[in-house]
């Protein structure tokens, strides 16, 4: 099915930067929300976008102004009744969610595919509270959409293969990087980078490292930014939220470290509200320090190296080729693409990465977390699987990945 119009609902920073890359490809694009004000705001936004690129030269004052015209902001849903796709973007609510997409259903044609950019909710309980199923989708975009290049494709129990295929063209048309994804809690970007940030947050609160010192380590390894960068960036409420989610459905492995909780009761949600682990503006991040003092009794209760940050992560990897969520080749190039993961200056995945250091090493390396600090390391099965059979990476020409 070719997509002529395209309908967001949800005009914050996410639902505006969807509208924008779809203004972008040529095609119209309605964007709605609820609030005058956050959908002026989300124009604003879009605007703000455009005019970055004219200011760079990349596009003239006459060309942004016909993408421009080519979103139409409202307040109802009346613009609908002609979209081939619409996708909601709105905060992680089940219930708000399902309510969206009941009231779609009600406007929209038979034919229109209900996606939407969830970060770990259940696409296939979003479909079952509408009259359309097959033509339920997850498309999660990630922050800031006009910029990042991949786009996670989750299919739903009830998915139709169509659908799915004219998701993953719809998406190719915006100048993105489909990866189809077996639907799980968490999906795969989210899902395997929560267990590093929540790692790096335990090293935090155990008085092992600053945060400072835990962000030029990990960027000395290679990543683009350190994990509480990145965590200010994203929303610590958006982090604790999913960070919740993922703990009620993988259990122990999941449990989220403390500090994430103390942060979000205190407000410190990041650089959108001026504070998070670090300070903006007039804000200092001495309120951090206190929490950390009072976790750690003042003490370094634990140590903090890359490979613990990063062995987790790389263990969430494994469960996922091991659970059958995604391609081995496409788990790397979504972390690569979905948060800029390298390795040295090296564009490395972590399952590219797990074969570098060697499976056998990999999981001695998680045994021997497992004994300092718990369960959480338990090397999973598809590890222990390919060290049994002598893949072991590299080294032996093969273990995720086939080497020549």
Known sequence: MYIFKAGVVGAGAMGAGIAQVISY?????VLKDVDQTMLDKGMAHIRGIYEARVEKGKMSAGEMQSKLDLIIPTLDYGEFADVDIVIEAVPEKMGLKQRIFQDLDKVCPEGTIFASNTSALSITEMGRATQRPPKMIGMHFFNPAHVMKLVEIIKGEDTE?????DLVAFTESLRKIPVVVKECPGFLVNRLLMPYLNEATL???????????IDDGMTAYGWPMGPFTLMDFLGLDVCY????????????RMKGAVMFEKLYKAGRYGEKVGAGFYGYGDNTDEPVKAMVAELSGGKKLGEFTPERLMYPLINEAAYAVQESIADVRDIDMAMIAGSGMTVGGERLGPLALADKLGLDVVVAGLEEFEKKYGVRFHPAEKLYELVKDGHLGEKTKGGFLEYV
Not at 242 to 248: D, R
Request: hydrophobic share 35%; glycine share 12%; with cysteine.
């Open 241 to 252: 939220d999913v960070g919740a989610y993922l703990y009620s459905q993988y259990g122990e």
């Open 161 to 165: 293969a169509e659908t799915v295929d």
């Open 25 to 29: 490809s040529g095609l119209p694009v």
């Open 203 to 213: 090293c935090l609160q155990e008085g092992a490292a600053t945060a400072q010192e």
